[in-house]
């Protein structure tokens, strides 16, 4: 495929600059040519008009748009991009990093050519080019070979205790899902490790500086509570030293956090971990000097052999070792499962021989930070990452996992956040198979995209997935087949008004209880949801006894009391929506149904009797419905859209 060469500049006159991409042709995929980058140490960008199908395989980057401040001036330099300013400076450092990640040999993945990055292949000061790039978002992540994710951002590396607010935004979702393979590339200053079974190593992409896990392996680390267990070196290794002082700087941390587990939950409050706990999350663990120490341009030519021999060495060490003691090599270190299933970590070390007992370093393990109530990408976040990834890879054809799919992606989007409302729809809308032109759309109207992509999903044969998603939410006013939509920010975590006062959405909702609604139909222009199903009419009763088991829906306030009327000729009615269910993270999905139908209940318009709004829902037994009929009913509202429909 033919490829036009858009810019070259080395990597020497980069530093301090603004780089202009202002000359770039506009509409056409744009990709960094890794060789030329590692070897001539020269930044390539090199465009093609489709994307790039003939042994041209590419590489994606996710990242946090502002990612952490670097705690020293990269040594290869930092720049910025003309038209991204906010989003803050490119250290050359991780882009090489990147690159090096991409190159990497891996098990049924080749070396990748390209590397596709936004801040780089979209022309950023372009309106036109930024919306034709967001339409093409999707295809060019399912396109890729793999995506690697800097939880950090593209200033320096993140270590994995230190706090990220890569999962609370609104495109990784898509970045996380759509590639056929995800890798996380961090801060990683130990030698390299075996691993015992059933529990994912830790690839060391440039000893003793960076690391890479698939995000399925971080995933479930956050899930199950794994620990990193190395054996350290002996005394006059080179690295004894610095991994002697990693791993005081570790056991400090974890003693931090152990006292403050101990502390009154009234001391702790909603906010997980005191300012000073967070704050030594946030801090470097390790200060001493990078032993791939890297001070000039002029290195870069010799380092890919460099590196290439230090990670020798330590293979080298392992093997003599391993020759003199004739032990299995599952004892160099391992991930050790902490889970119910798992033994505990001490018996695996009472089964280490006895020369390595003493040399054992225990690191807790978080995705992405360590935090009091969960991880810093919090366990809520990392379920609804399984649930997508699982729904996505697993079962991605049947039936029953493109409706996981659906509902973990609107559950998703309503826990992440972007400066832009409406970049929370087209960050999802590729994975319903859905594009919208974002020229189309004020970029805070969020409900007016939302009510365009449900609404094209529909047609294509979806479910109403988002009927289920939060319940525990109050209903969208102008659309309350909807949750309400939180306000979003730029710095992440989105938030809800309600009568205790503005609250993080995360702290309001469970997502472990998923709603699967079969329901389908059809969406009206002003964001009426029109379905049949099992439906009965209502009276409200303040009292909650007197009432049979099979005439009333019990609630906290009173009863919802069954009536034999016709249909319509009450206020209130309830309509089946779903079945509620668990489903638990292993190696194999385990579903269990709770309280199996869920209810909605609806109020008709008083403007408009064949109009109907969500006040509430209940759940109650397939049994308890047996005998209802089924009706057609159209719910939204019950407020009308304005001019733009963003919902405050």
């Keep these: 495929m033919p490829q036009y060469c858009e810019l070259k500049k080395p990597l020497s006159e980069l530093d301090g600059i603004t780089l202009d991409l202002s000359n770039v042709v506009t509409k056409r995929f744009r990709f960094i040519v890794i060789d030329s980058l590692l070897n001539d140490q020269v930044l390539e960008i090199t465009s093609f008009s489709a994307l790039p199908t003939d ?29 991204a300013e906010g989003g803050g400076s490119i250290s050359v450092n991780v882009l090489r990093t990147c690159c090096r990640a991409a190159r990497q040999p891996r098990h049924r993945i080749s070396p990748c050519d390209l590397l596709w990055i936004d801040r ?46 890569w999962a609370q935004r609104a495109w990784t979702l898509q970045e996380a899902v759509a590639p056929p393979v995800v890798f996380v590339v961090f801060e990683w200053k130990f030698p390299k490790s075996v691993f015992a079974a059933m529990c994912e190593p830790v690839e060391v992409l440039e000893p003793f500086h ?9 995933i479930m680390a956050a899930r199950t509570n794994l620990k990193m267990v190395f054996v350290l070196p002996h005394p006059e290794d080179p690295v004894y030293n610095a991994i002697q002082e990693e791993r005081e700087r570790i056991y400090e941390l974890e003693s931090k956090l152990e006292a403050e587990r101990g502390r009154s939950k009234s001391d702790l ?21 990078e032993l791939d120490s890297e001070s000039s341009l002029s290195e870069i030519d010799n380092e890919s052999q460099e590196w290439s021999t230090a990670d020798s060495e330590v293979e080298s060490r392992g093997a003599s070792s391993d020759a003199s ?81 659906q509902v973990a992606l609107w559950k998703g989007a309503w826990i992440r956040s972007s400066s832009r409302p409406v970049d929370m729809v087209f960050s999802i809308m590729g994975m319903f198979g859905v594009s919208l032109d974002p020229s189309k759309f004020h970029k805070n109207d969020r409900a007016g995209a939302t009510l365009a992509l449900a609404s094209a999903a529909l047609k294509r044969g979806k479910s109403a997935a988002w009927m289920g998603a939060y319940l525990e939410l109050d209903p969208c006013p102008i659309m309350s087949s909807f949750p309400l939509m939180p306000s979003t920010s730029e710095i992440g975590g989105c938030t809800i008004q309600t009568a205790s006062g503005l609250m993080n959405v995360e702290d309001l909702v469970d997502v472990e209880n998923v709603v699967f609604t079969g329901a389908s139909g059809t969406l009206d222009s002003q964001g009426y949801l ?63 149904f709770i309280d199996p139908v869920v209810l909605y209940i609806v109020e008709r318009h008083s403007r408009n009797p064949d109009r109907w709004h969500r006040i509430s829902h209940a759940r109650v ?28």
């Design 210 to 218: 960076s690391g890479t896990l698939s995000l399925k392996g971080l």
């Design 55 to 83: 042994g041209n395989r590419f590489a994606t980057i996710s990242y946090p748009w502002q990612g952490l401040d670097p705690l020293e001036s990269p040594s290869l330099g930092q720049f910025l991009v003309k038209g």
């Design 530 to 592: 029109h379905f049949k199903n099992k439906a009965c009419p209502l009276d409200w009763s303040g009292e909650s006894s007197g009432w049979s088991d099979k005439d009333h829906i019990p609630v906290p306030s009173g009863a919802w009391v069954l009536r034999q009327s016709k249909k319509f000729e009450t206020r209130y009615h309830a309509i089946r929506i779903g079945g509620q269910t668990s489903l638990v993270p292993g190696p194999e999905t385990k579903l269990g």
């Design 621 to 648: 037994t397939e049994k308890f419905i047996a005998d209802w009929e089924e009706y057609e009913l159209a719910i939204g509202g019950p407020n009308e859209f304005g001019p733009l429909s963003i919902v405050q």
């Design 325 to 405: 003691s004739d032990e299995p090599d599952e004892y160099e270190g391992y991930m050790h499962d902490q889970s119910d299933n798992c033994s505990d970590v001490s018996t695996r070390h009472e089964s280490a021989p006895p020369s390595l007992k003493k040399d054992i370093l225990e690191s807790r393990v978080s995705l992405f930070g360590i935090n009091l109530k969960a991880q810093t990408i919090t366990q809520k976040q990392a379920y609804l990452l399984w649930l997508t990834e699982d729904a996505s890879r697993e079962v991605r054809e049947e039936d029953f996992g493109q409706l996981q799919l």
């Design 120 to 165: 780089l292949c979209i022309k950023q000061q372009d309106e036109e080019d930024k919306h034709w790039q967001i339409r093409q978002m999707f295809d060019i992540y399912k396109s890729c070979a793999m995506c690697l994710v800097l939880p950090g951002g593209l200033r320096r590396l993140i270590k994995l205790t230190e706090r990220s607010t």
């Design 269 to 289: 409050g909603d906010q997980g971990c005191s300012p000073e706990i967070d704050a030594v999350s946030q801090r470097s663990l390790t200060d001493e000097a």
